[in-house]
Structures are given as C-alpha cells and as structure tokens.
C-alpha cells in the first residue's frame, strides 16, 4: 500500500495521508513522476473518506509535492524533489540569524522543537 492509515491515532485521517505521502516523496520511496491512486481507489484501499485523501492530495499540492493533470490523475512532482533542499537551505540560514544573535545550539535547538509541536497541535 502506497500510505498507511491507523484509525486509533489521535492524528487526524487527513493529516495521516499527507504526511505519509510527503515522507515517501521526501526520502524519495515514491520517484519524481509516479502516479498516485486516484482519490476514490485511495480512500476505498484506506476506508476512509474520499474528502479525507482530496483533501491531503490539495495540501500536497499547494505544497508542491503532487501535481495533478486533470482526468490523467495525480502524480509526484518534480518540485517535490526540491522540498529538502529548501528545507536545509532555511535551516542554515536558521542557523546563521541564531549565531548573530548570540543564542547557543541549546537555545536554537529548543526552539525549533517548539515550533515543530506547535504545528502539531
């Protein structure tokens, strides 16, 4: 299966698609033009909503990961392969502005993990 779905977790359905999609783009499990289940085939693979999965394909999408070319399907973008080099070019840049400031790897490190559990919540 193309994503894994838990109903027991307290993350919701849609978040689950998206993020397990974005991962496997990421790390690169799923190649730069691959084409994705149609939103029906996935959610029936998953039970779950079909709104559920159309919803995390258009976040997807909005974050260029997924591209979709109408009644062709939905497919892994090639954008997606430049999510972590932006990633790792913010960080460094992250890293400079906090050596300006004075603040210690401790300090700079303590605040990127509050800013990643406040997207999780």
């Keep these: 299966m193309i994503v894994s779905f838990d109903s027991g977790s307290p993350v919701p359905p849609y978040e689950q698609v998206r993020s397990g999609l974005a991962t496997r783009i990421n790390d ?40 979709t070319r109408g009644r062709a399907g939905s497919f892994v973008a090639a954008a997606g392969d430049q999510s972590r080099r932006r990633a790792q070019q913010a960080a460094a840049e992250y890293a400079k502005t906090t050596r300006r400031l004075g603040l210690d790897d401790a300090e700079a490190l303590s605040i990127v993990r509050a800013a990643l559990d406040e997207g999780n919540g």
């Design 28 to 67: 690169r499990s799923l190649a730069v033009g691959t084409k994705l289940p149609t939103v029906r085939q996935l959610a029936a693979d998953l039970g779950i909503a079909p709104n559920t999965v159309a919803r995390a394909y258009r976040e997807l999408e909005e974050a260029g990961l997924i591209e």
